[in-house]
């Protein structure tokens, strides 16, 4: 299996930017799609934002459209989350997920490793 850790998250000021990353260890990152979560409190898991295995295909939800952007290099088994516009509602529990055998990773049923997340305030 593979071994996710996210970092990066902090506290960010309303219509501002943060990154986060996601490290990769115990398996190529290239075999995997990737994506990444988010948790508000009281609220379930919702889908944020993915990539394909290959990185040519990004998906994403309504919420982040145009504001958010994912990458990955896989040359150091690392996904990345650029987040631009912050709003007040963006603030959440934020993990990494990867699946080795869907070609896009859109939900959480088909996720099969997760990092540990990491917190993303944003104030207003």
């Known amino acids: 299996q593979v071994q996710l850790v996210e970092s990066g998250g902090g506290l960010v000021q309303a219509g501002g930017s943060m990154t986060l990353s996601c490290a990769a260890s115990?398996?190529?990152?290239?075999?995997?799609?990737a994506g990444w979560f988010r948790q508000a409190p009281g609220k379930g898991r919702e889908f944020v934002i993915s990539?394909?295995?290959?990185?040519?295909?990004?998906y994403y939800a309504d919420s982040v459209k145009g504001r958010f952007t994912i990458s990955r290099d896989n040359a150091k088994n690392t996904v990345y989350l650029q987040m631009n516009s912050l709003k007040p509602d963006d603030t959440a529990v934020y993990y990494c997920a990867a699946d080795d055998y869907s070609v896009v990773l859109t939900s959480t049923l088909r996720a099969e490793y997760w990092g540990q997340g990491t917190q993303v305030t944003v104030s207003s």
């Open positions: 990539i394909s295995k290959s990185g040519s295909d990004t």
């Open positions: 115990g398996r190529p990152f290239s075999k995997y799609a």
